[in-house]
């Protein structure tokens, strides 16, 4: 009679184990595309970029035939950052988190270091965009900082059925662009190339103006006066915290 050893046991469930693996990764879905600075999966329509979304989303505003017609912003930065300028028109939904506490904000209403968070309910987020936003097919442009938490909200509403969900790749702020530079030469002549920050408007300092979005780089128009219609009305009140 064989009696199993312990080292034939211990093969045994090592095999279970990468069986199970491999089960469990061939049965995941296949990505559409992915976001590749977040390393998120995106599933909605595709990316805009902000001089796009703003010719067809703000300039043509009032001069619709069909209102239903024109596409929405939705700004899904937190109050704070909505409140230091958004595109004109955009409605702010925050998502993930409504609001966050720090001592020192970036000019953009963003934390300079982290701080407590209030966050935002996957299920509330969607709900309040179907009640400001009924029609599904209706095209919505997302809107964050970066162009990364807009990708989760995006997600979210087309899993909710919104057909022409596109998010706004660069956000508002956006990010340094790097490219190739070099630096040294090594001994047998090839060059010695490092990824450096661009000088975007060359005042020969790095900082925000000097990253790819809307507000900076694109130079777009934003407003800063909140409108009652637009602001998220769920928790109006914290539009005055500060």
């Known amino acids: 009679m064989y009696t199993p050893t312990k080292r034939s046991l211990l093969s045994l469930v090592v095999l279970l184990f990468v069986a199970s693996a491999s089960t469990s990764k061939a049965e995941e879905p296949p990505c559409p595309f992915d976001e590749s600075r977040s390393g998120l999966c995106g599933y909605y329509h595709s990316q805009i970029s902000p001089s796009e979304a703003y010719i067809k989303a703000v300039l043509p505003q009032g001069r619709w035939s069909n209102p239903l017609q024109r596409p929405v912003i939705l700004d899904v930065r937190s109050i704070p950052e909505y409140k230091a300028g958004h595109p004109e028109g955009a409605y702010n939904v925050p998502y993930p988190f409504i609001y966050q506490t720090c001592e020192i904000r970036h000019p953009d209403g963003a934390c ?31 809107l964050c900082r970066t162009g990364v938490r807009s990708v989760g909200a995006a997600n979210l509403l087309t899993d909710a059925g919104y057909t022409h969900v596109r998010n706004i790749w660069e956000g508002f702020v956006g990010i340094h662009l790097t490219a190739p530079k070099v630096i040294d030469f090594d001994a047998d002549g090839n060059a010695i190339r490092e990824n450096l920050i661009v000088d975007l408007n060359h005042d020969g300092v790095i900082d925000d103006r000097d990253k790819n979005g809307w507000r900076y ?26």
């Open 112 to 142: 300079a270091s982290s701080g407590e968070r209030i966050p935002q309910d996957d299920v509330a987020f969607v709900q309040y965009v179907q009640r400001i936003i009924p029609r599904k097919d209706t095209p919505i442009y997302t």
């Open 217 to 242: 780089h694109y130079g777009l128009p934003y407003v800063t006066r909140l409108r009652p219609q637009l602001i998220y009305r769920d928790v109006a009140y914290m539009y005055w915290w500060d």
